[in-house]
């Protein structure tokens, strides 16, 4: 069983930067893919961006393009996600996954939602004040 322990969440105000960090243990599997999600009240849950446990072929959902970035360390246990420029829009509850299946993460799992990905953290909150 894997577990994923996300932090760095937090308050902030619009135009400010928080970095998240997500720790990963447990089952240990080759090539494995590790990303975020997030949910906002009332929303259904959107893919933020997903990142290959050698640190390549990072993706990102449009709305975060420029303003995020996903970086992987300690063999890809440990994912990051920086975000800068931060708007009200981007309050949420962020979930870090992980997946060992290149199917998943070349096709469309992950960006529908990640319906169906085995592991998940709890996640951690980032609120956007105007």
């Known amino acids: 069983q894997v577990l994923l322990v996300e932090s760095g969440g937090g308050l902030v105000q619009a135009g400010g930067s928080l970095r998240l960090s997500c720790a990963g243990s447990?089952?240990?599997?080759?090539?494995?893919?590790m990303g975020w999600f997030r949910q906002a009240p009332g929303k259904e849950r959107e893919f933020v961006a997903a990142?290959?446990?050698?640190?390549?072929?990072?993706v990102y959902a449009e709305s975060v393009k420029g303003r995020f970035t996903i970086s992987s360390e300690n063999a890809g246990n440990t994912v990051y996600l920086q975000m800068n420029s931060l708007q009200p829009e981007d309050t949420a509850l962020y979930y870090c996954a992980a997946d060992s299946s290149s199917t998943n993460f070349y096709g469309s799992r992950w960006y529908q939602g990640g319906h169906g990905l085995p592991a998940w953290g709890k996640g951690t909150q980032v609120t956007v004040s105007s």
């Open positions: 990142i290959k446990w050698s640190g390549s072929s990072p």
């Open positions: 447990g089952r240990t599997f080759s090539s494995v893919y």
